[in-house]
Nanobody, 112 residues
């Protein structure tokens, strides 16, 4: 059973930064492709970023390119999402995902 636990959300002003973390247990983490998704109130869940296992290739949703950075620490079984230059449109519940497994989400709110 794979378990994912997100942390690091919070309230930040526009232009601010947050770093989300997702700790994974129950699987061979180093081989997992990890994804970040988000869901804003009243909207569908959307994909945000992906980081692959072996090669650590990254992919990003167009609206976050250049502002968000995905990384991973295989020694800690943890994947990160560094979010800079945050905008109100980034307000959402952020989830990490691997295959059919999801975390519980961590809330990011961007407001002045």
């Amino acid at each position: 059973q794979v378990q994912l636990v997100e942390s690091g959300g919070g309230l930040v002003q526009p232009g601010g930064s947050l770093r989300l973390a997702c700790e994974v247990s129950g699987s061979t983490f180093a081989r997992l492709t990890m994804n970040w998704y988000r869901q804003a109130p009243g909207k569908e869940r959307e994909w945000v970023a992906t980081i692959t296992g072996t090669n650590r290739d990254t992919l990003y949703k167009d609206s976050v390119k250049g502002r968000f950075t995905a990384s991973r620490d295989d020694g800690k079984n943890t994947v990160y999402l560094q979010m800079d230059s945050l905008q109100p449109a980034d307000t959402a519940l952020y989830y990490c995902n691997a295959f059919q497994y999801w975390g519980q989400g961590t809330q990011v709110s961007v407001s002045s």
